[in-house]
């Protein structure tokens, strides 16, 4: 799938996204300043396209500073809710892409900087 370059306009941070992802997106808003200014940069470059695994370390890696996940995260990594007894073991060894990988690291503690 296409992934697209986004720079934010306040900070200069780069991200990556599918197309699919930035329409899904809704609001859109740097993880680093909170500002909505982004603008288009060009297709990025993306080194791999396989598909790596959902690791313990991942999901320790991306938990908020409240110690959880939010609702984005779990639907990036395809978690269905209502949540079900035994999601995480169940997501534990489950392919995951590049993209989504990093989409679901960029939404930690994204929530909570709202409140």
């Known amino acids: 799938m296409k992934t697209n370059s986004y720079k934010c306009s306040v900070c200069e941070r780069t991200e990556d996204f599918t197309v699919n992802e930035w329409k899904r997106m809704g609001r859109r808003c740097c993880v680093n300043c909170g500002s909505s200014r982004f603008y288009y940069v060009g297709e990025a470059v993306v080194a791999s396209t396989d598909k790596g695994i959902v690791t313990e370390a ?25 949540l079900q007894k035994g999601w995480r073991r169940r997501l534990v060894g489950s392919p995951i892409s590049p993209v989504a990988e990093k ?13």
């Open 58 to 82: 991942l999901l320790d890696k991306g938990m908020s500073r409240n110690g959880s996940w939010s609702n984005q995260q779990l639907k990036t990594l395809g978690v269905r809710f209502p």
């Open 103 to 115: 989409r679901f690291l960029i939404l930690k503690d994204a929530h909570l900087k709202n409140k």
